[in-house]
Nanobody, 115 residues
Framework: QVQPVESGGGLVQAGGSLRLSCASS????????VGWYRQASGKQRELVAAITGGGIINYSDSVKGRFTISRDSAKNTVYLQMNSLKPEDTAIYYC?????????WGSGTQVTVSS
């Protein structure tokens, strides 16, 4: 399977934390940029955080200061640590690898934040 696999979603109260994982079996995954996207019901998918193979990181303004993206090259995994969660963070979270010739999307993991 070349698509990355997300895990770690769930139901959490506002103010709580979750850590999402995005794991890949592709050998080049560790060298490529990876992004975390989310899509809330009825809304467009948006990029919330991204990390390059060299470790350059960007966040959307909506999550800056609360979410942290990181990667463990030895485990071929990218993480999204989400703190101080808000109900508006409720969405399906997807990871995407920008591959050499195509992009690879995971199937998503649901995050629900209750108020």
């Amino acid at each position: 399977q070349v698509q990355p696999v997300e895990s770690g979603g769930g139901l959490v109260q506002a103010g709580g934390s979750l850590r999402l994982s995005c794991a890949s079996s592709r050998s080049n995954f560790r060298f490529n940029a990876v992004g975390w996207y989310r899509q809330a019901s009825g809304k467009q998918r948006e990029l919330v955080a991204a990390i390059t193979g060299g470790g350059i990181i960007n966040y959307s303004d909506s999550v800056k200061g609360r979410f942290t993206i990181s990667r463990d090259s030895a485990k071929n995994t990218v993480y999204l640590q989400m703190n101080s969660l808000k109900p508006e963070d409720t969405a399906i979270y997807y990871c995407k690898e920008w591959g050499e010739t195509q992009d690879y999307w995971g199937s998503g993991t649901q995050v629900t934040v209750s108020s």
